[in-house]
């Protein structure tokens, strides 16, 4: 795929990422966030930046099945948003949930483990997102890839976090689990099959996309 | 071949395994006509087209049928009332599923009546009173009630009910009875949530002898001057303010009085979660929720965390009946 291609297929992204928000402000606007609004953005916010975190992490699996490897200078973009969601939903948490009421806060976290698997994934995303621009892509060279895979472990917190919020029905996060599993099923196969072809083919190609990305 | 019509018609020449049982063919005639109703429900969610359907399709105060005959009181005086959309649309009903806004769509099927609770266990003779006569067994008073979930969120609501108290005199128990518990509705037919496995079905409370005919417990049969909607736990739910809003079991149909502590249904689903005392207490943190604060609904996207208060503020009314008992084991 050319980059005017890649250029036209980001813009995409970012209109159908925008559209979570457009969303949430519209019904806030109508009035129309349910009895509880505050718990309405909570979970939406987070749902989508879980979302952004699984579409972000199926860019190598679909490498790796498929040999395409345009599709993997989109991870940064949808890393971010991933990102932009975990912030509004950490905002949604800080500001409306409890108006800034900060021992509050530090109490809920410290006591509340699916707190604090959620308040770590999101701490662990920051520098993530920090070293996300090509300045500390050159910079960290090796370490910035050993750094990135700082991202499973989000995941697996994030959807933790979601596991131990529900109540007793269990089925949203178990499909949100699943998806995970699946993906990371794929990398684990290819690492240890001894599947070299396509290894080989695909470090190569992570290689050159890092450099096309840059 | 008009002959040979009439003699396959012939009822005598039909034979007996080929007819439809009673039960079955009443339960296929009912559920045909849940089906049309749920078809319904279903087209009118999909015209409406919004993802919070559940607040287009819900009823506003005034829509649901008037309760003639009931007395005001002074409980909750200058409370600000949660509004009636809010009552009846962000509910913890888990036989109409497990969303907050499931049951308002879901109960659409349920039928409060007829409607009989059967009175068992250990009483001088067991018997079952209809929600008429119920109805009738002392004057119906509205009580504005503070409810407290133990998700951390709160809301004021103007019941309209009874003392438990008229109906356990009524009752009449004998001296073994130590406890009370509730057995509410498990209607897999109209009750979409009990056909998986979420819950131990049908969903159980209970409550010690005192607290059963402490004056503040309610069996609420209407909010807001009118009879409870479905999917608010019509036709007769039970109402304890100082509790957590889990103890309100809905749709009671059975009542009986035992001996020893009842295994509640959330005691029975995370016994380390929930306990069957389930007083309101900010001093005793649930593994998930924070228990000092609490979120009030209806006051809108920027409203505060209002604190918790002990028994839910009704400590003057029931905080001699845990004289002397651990609270924190007790939870």
């Known amino acids: 795929m050319k980059n005017k291609h890649i250029i036209f297929v980001k813009m995409a992204i970012w209109v159908c990422a925008l559209l979570p928000l457009a969303r949430l402000i519209w019904l806030g606007v109508h009035d129309d966030l349910s009895a509880n609004p505050v718990e309405f953005i909570e979970r939406s916010t987070g749902t989508w930046a879980l979302a952004f975190l699984l579409i972000t992490l ?30 509004l939903h950490i905002t949604t948490y800080v500001w409306l949930d409890y108006s800034f ?58 959807i933790l976090h979601f596991w131990w919020l529900v109540k007793k029905d269990v089925t949203e996060p178990f499909y949100y689990a699943a998806v995970l599993v699946i993906l990371l099923s794929i990398r684990l196969y290819y690492k240890y099959s001894g599947n070299k072809h396509l290894n080989s083919k695909s470090s190569l190609s992570s290689k050159v996309s890092i450099n096309k990305a840059i | 071949m008009i002959i040979l019509n009439q003699s396959k018609r012939n009822p005598s020449n039909i034979q007996p395994s080929e007819i439809t049982p009673r039960e079955v063919f009443e339960h296929r005639r009912s559920f045909l006509k849940a089906a049309g109703f749920a078809l319904a429900a279903g087209s009118a969610l999909l015209l409406s087209g919004k993802t919070l359907a559940a607040e287009k399709v819900a009823f506003k105060a005034g829509t649901g049928q008037k309760i003639n005959g009931y007395s005001k009181t002074a409980y909750g005086a200058g409370e600000q009332l949660t509004p009636y959309k809010d009552i009846t649309t962000y509910n913890n009903y888990y036989e109409f599923g497990t969303g907050k806004s499931d ?229």
């Not at chain 2, 659409?108 to 068992?120: G, M, N, Q, Y």
């Not at chain 2, 005392?277 to 943190?285: I, L, Q, T």
Request: hydrophobic share 45%; net charge positive; aromatic share 12%.
């Open chain 2, 103 to 331: 049951p308002a769509i879901e109960a659409v099927l349920f039928k409060p009546r007829p409607w009989t609770i059967s009175i068992e266990g250990h009483v001088k003779k067991a018997k079952s009173i209809s929600i008429e006569d119920l109805l009738k067994l002392a004057p119906l008073e509205e009580r504005i009630y503070r409810m407290r979930c133990v998700e951390g969120w709160s809301m004021v609501i103007p019941w309209v009910g009874l003392p438990l108290a008229s109906l356990v005199k009524w009752a009449d128990p004998t001296g073994n009875a130590k406890y009370i518990e509730f057995i509410s509705a498990n209607d897999s037919l109209t009750m979409p949530g009990v056909r998986s496995p979420i819950l131990d079905w049908p969903y159980t409370e209970g409550l010690r002898m005192d607290e059963a005919i402490n004056p503040l417990t309610l069996l609420a049969v209407g909010l807001y001057g009118e009879y409870l909607p479905n999917q608010n736990g019509a036709p007769v739910r039970l109402v304890t303010p100082w509790k957590y809003g889990f103890k309100g079991a809905k749709a009671i149909v059975k009542i009986r009085f035992v001996e020893k502590m009842p295994l509640t249904t959330w005691v029975k689903a995370g016994p380390n979660e929930y306990g069957f005392y389930a007083n309101v207490n900010p001093n005793v943190d649930h593994p998930r929720w924070s228990q000092s604060s609490e979120k009030p609904i209806g006051r809108g996207l920027f409203a505060d965390r209002i604190k918790t208060k002990m028994f839910n503020g009704y400590s003057e009314q029931v905080g001699q009946m845990y004289a002397g008992l651990d609270l924190n084991k007790n939870f």
């Open chain 1, 58 to 87: 199926s860019m190598t699996p679909i490498r790796l099945l498929t040999g395409q490897v345009w599709q993997i200078q989109l991870r940064r973009t949808l890393g971010l948003w991933m990102f932009f969601y975990a912030c």
């Open chain 1, 101 to 158: 009421l900060w021992s509050d806060i530090v109490k809920d976290i410290i006591k509340h483990p699916y707190v604090i698997v959620g308040f770590t994934a999101f701490m662990l995303t920051i520098p993530l997102a920090i070293t996300s621009n090509n300045f500390m892509i050159k910079r960290l060279k090796k370490n910035w890839k050993k750094l990135h895979q700082v991202v499973y472990l989000i995941a697996i917190l994030a």
